[in-house]
Structures are given as C-alpha cells and as structure tokens.
C-alpha cells in the first residue's frame, strides 16, 4: 500500500532494474477503470466467517467473486451483461443456481445481502521481464475513491503476483518495493482499506438485543435506563429494513428488542410512573408486529412443510402459498403505517427524553441486586409453573410456562454482562433446550388452528382448490404429529433444566451478579 506521501510512479520504475528486472515497455501508460461493490448482510455474516463477496463492473459486464479469509478464490458467478446484475439489497434466491449460491446459503440465511462499501478503481498493471524478457511478475497499481458508505480516497494499493517458476525474481522485485519509503504492508483487504478511509469499521452487528456492559455497583435506575436506551437503538436500527422489507430479521430482531423492554419493564427499576406510561405503548409495538412476523413464520417454515407430504405434491400448496404472501403483503402494510406513525414518533422521542433524565433511587440499590433477585423470582416461576404440569395438563398450561421461560432467558441476556461467560453460556444453553421443546408445542399447536383459518379463508375467497385443502389436511396431520412429539419429550428437558446442576449455574449467575 502507499500512503498519500509515498512513492510516485517514477520511484516504482526505478524499483525494477535495481531488482536485475526491466518494466515492459508500455506499461502503466494506461488505466482502466470498474466499479467495486462488497456486499453482506446487515449483521456481516460473511465477514465474520471469513469471506468477502465483491461484485466487480466494468467493460460491459459484472461478476461477483466469493473470497476466503487468505483471500483464496472460493467461487466466481459472471453476470453479464452489467445490467442484469440483482439490484441490491437482495435475497440469495435472486442469484443463479451454482457453486456461489451454495456456499452462501449456509452463512447468510435468511438475511439479504446489501452493499457495505463502493469504490470506483483506476487500475494500472506493470510487467517486469528478466534478461530473456520473459514476464516473471506483474505488479498492480489500484487507485480507489470511495463513494460508500462515505466519499474518500483510499490510499493507493500495490499487488505483486509471481509468474509461475518466477518466485524467486518476484520475491527480489517485492523487497525492492518494499524499501521504498511511503510503502507500507496492506494491514487488510481493500474492503478494509475502502472503510477505514469512510471511518468506518467492518464486523460489527448492529440490531440485535444484547447485553450492555454494567459495573455491577451502578444504580438499579441509571443501569435500567442504559439498557432499555441501547434496546430502543436497536428497535431504531431495524425500523428502515422493516419498513422496506430487506428481509426478515429486520422485523425479528425488533421484536426481540421490544420483548426485552416489556421484560425490563415489570421489573420496576425505573421511577415513578414511567412503566405505567410505557408498558401499553410497548404492549402497542409488540401487537403491531405481531401478524407480519407470525406470517414470515409461516412463510420460511412452508418449505420444509412441503417437503413433508406425502400424499400431496409441492404444486397442490402454491395457492396456499399465495394466500400467505398477500396476507403478509396486508399485515406488512399496517406494520409500516405504524412504524411511519405519529404514535411511534411520540414514543420514541417520549422514552428518549425520560431515560436521559433518570436518576439514581434513593433506595434502588444497585443492578447487581436487581440481577440477583429478579433472576431468582424468574427461575422459581418457571419451576413452579413447570412442576403443575401433568400428562393431561391442558395446552394452556404449556404456553403459559413457556412464557415464564421467556421472562428468563431474557433476564440472564439483559444482566450477562455481570455474569461468568462460560457459566451463562451454559446455562443458557439448558433453559433453551427447554424453551425449544416449548416453543415446538405451541407452535405446532397455532399454527394447526391457523391452518383451519387459512382455509376457511381461502374457501371465501374461492382460491382453494380441492388437492390445495387435501395437502393443508396433511400439513395439519403433520403438525399434530410434532405436538405429540415435542410433548413426549418435555418430561425430559424439564427434568434436566430443573435438576441439580443446572440449578446450581442459574444459582451462581445470582451469585455473581451481587458478588
């Protein structure tokens, strides 16, 4: 890499002959010039696994090329010409089947895929030749100005590439280079380089509900109101994608970050009246982003759900499917006349201004107290509602501990950072076994009622042809089928989160939180 004061060109041409090279003659008297995108996810999956998707236009045409964290070519996908390359943001359905698609699947998911940097590049290609003038290297010159995510110019780039059987002459013109001042080793990929000079830095996952750094004496009040300030830049951050429909976690991780909130709010850290206020306008989020997720829901389950008959074909559901996109079209337009709303304009800038003007309780005691006893209070409800359960327990009974487990599991998240990592992780994972086992039941259970809806629905409207409602039938059976299931095996995942060693790690998080 150069930096702005380092080598210039005639410096560079100079570098070859004290290597015993020659540049060939012509070289770097022109440039050509393509456009550079890097896309990944709004959380940056592929860059924490290691890859960088970069989409490169130019001369007509555009080509996306998946790259290892060694910067290794993994998988290429030409789209030509450039004007048939997908409009970003997209989903990996919009990319041709193959080799790139493949691998991306497993990392990015569900989540689409978006530009995280642009540049235009003048490139610059020089060629040093030994005594035979035979080519031995071919050195790179890469000129970047950056118009995304802000306008900047990067610092120039040299790369150097040894012919095969020439890495020795290679190495000797790359320690020339080296030497010159104003060089310095790449410390990144040019998609570090194109975001460190936007000042921005890669990697970070915005837009999810986490844990916010607490010292475990800070006042239950200011604590609170530091979390639930960092949720609502969550419920903030994920608005726009929500809103345009980038994808589905936008409105998942949402409704986590108001989950949280209601969760934090019946814990009555935070004074006077400001729970009485809020809870019903949270309550509101949470009931506005319901239906639109529910379906999402529905939606991404819908494959592995055609996958399961037998009886029936994948075409007999394609009216089903229709039927769920516009119902979810109809509940995705009421989530963005409410998003868009002045009530959530009132309550952002109301919960803003309260927070900022919390105090310190006179007799609130500290976060780490809070942590202590509420995580306590949460852990026997769950296993006082969890010992009532019997084989003939209603339903109801079910849903109602799985919320319990809800309440707690957001509880050791909320107050992790005054807890033992590998103990939370632990203990974490135990409630989980649980909560899925929960969250199987219920789901497999509304999702059988919702069906009869649908198809009462669909029969109104007379979209249901006859094999359409035969193949619902058998996704019912089939949904029947997982309840029975996932209710054989909640004796067990109850038995191991309410035994000994696990309540012992709910115990020392307590203990640890007030130490």
């Known amino acids: 890499m150069l930096d702005e004061a380092g080598a210039g060109l005639d410096e560079l041409a100079a570098v070859a002959p004290g290597a015993g090279l020659r540049w060939a003659d012509g070289d770097g008297d022109g440039a050509r010039s393509c456009r550079r995108t890097w896309l990944d996810t709004f959380d940056w999956r592929l860059y924490r696994a290691g890859l960088t998707l970069e989409q490169v236009t130019g001369d007509g045409a555009a080509g996306l090329t998946l790259t290892g964290r060694d910067g290794e070519e993994l998988a290429a996908e030409q789209i030509s010409p450039a004007g048939q390359s997908p409009r970003w943001p997209a989903k990996l359905d919009g990319l041709p089947a193959g080799p790139l698609r493949e691998l991306l699947e497993p990392v990015v998911g569900v989540r689409a895929l978006s530009p995280v940097a642009r540049v235009t590049s003048r490139l610059t290609q020089r060629r040093a030749l030994n005594s035979d003038a035979k080519i031995v290297a071919r050195l790179g010159i890469e000129r970047m100005s950056v118009t995304s995510p802000a306008r900047a110019v990067a610092p120039p780039r040299l790369t150097l590439a040894a012919v095969r059987g020439y890495q020795a002459e290679a190495d000797r013109l790359g320690a020339a280079l080296t030497a010159l001042s104003g060089v310095t080793p790449a410390n990144g990929t040019a998609l ?9 830095r890669p990697g970070r996952t915005p837009g999810k509900a986490s844990a916010v750094p607490l010292a475990r004496d800070a006042p239950a009040a200011t604590a609170m109101a530091s979390i639930f300030a960092a949720l609502f830049d969550v419920i903030e951050v994920n608005v726009g994608g929500a809103v345009r429909d980038i994808d589905s976690e936008f409105l998942h991780d949402l409704r986590v970050a108001v989950r949280w909130t209601r969760s934090g709010l019946k814990l009555g850290a935070i004074p006077g009246d400001l729970a009485v206020r809020f809870a019903p306008e949270f309550r509101w989020l949470g009931d506005l982003t319901t239906p639109a997720r529910d379906l999402d829901v529905y939606l991404l389950g819908l494959p592995a759900m055609t996958a399961s008959l037998e009886a029936g074909c994948a075409a007999d559901l394609e009216p089903f499917r229709g ?60 296993l006082k509602a969890g010992r009532r359960i019997t084989p003939s ?43 899925d086992c929960l969250g199987e039941f219920q789901d497999a259970q509304v999702q059988r009622e919702e069906i009869g809806v649908f198809a009462a629905q669909m029969l109104a409207e007379r979209s249901a042809p006859a094999p359409t409602l035969l193949a619902m039938g058998e996704i019912a059976a089939c949904l029947a089928r997982r309840q029975r299931q996932a209710r054989s095996q909640f004796d067990a995942r109850f038995a191991g989160f309410a035994g000994a060693p696990s309540q012992a790690r709910l115990a020392a998080l307590a203990s640890a939180a007030s130490a």
Not at 192 to 200: E, V
Not at 372 to 382: K, L, Y
Not at 399 to 423: I, N, Q, T, W
């Open 192 to 200: 570090d380089a194109a975001l460190a000079a936007s000042g921005q």
């Open 323 to 382: 039927h769920l996109e516009r119902s979810r079209a109809t509940a995705h337009r009421a989530l963005t006349r409410g998003l868009r709303s002045a009530r959530f304009g009132r309550l952002a800038s109301g919960w803003r201004a309260e927070l900022a003007a919390v105090r310190p309780q006179r007799k609130g005691g500290t976060v780490a107290q809070l942590a202590d006893d509420r995580i306590g209070a949460a852990n026997s409800r769950v």
């Open 393 to 435: 327990s209603p339903p109801e009974r079910l849903h109602e501990l799985r919320k319990r487990c809800k309440e707690l599991r957001y509880l050791v998240e909320m107050f992790g950072s005054l807890h033992d990592p590998a103990v939370r992780w632990q203990a974490e994972r135990e409630l989980k076994s649980l909560q």
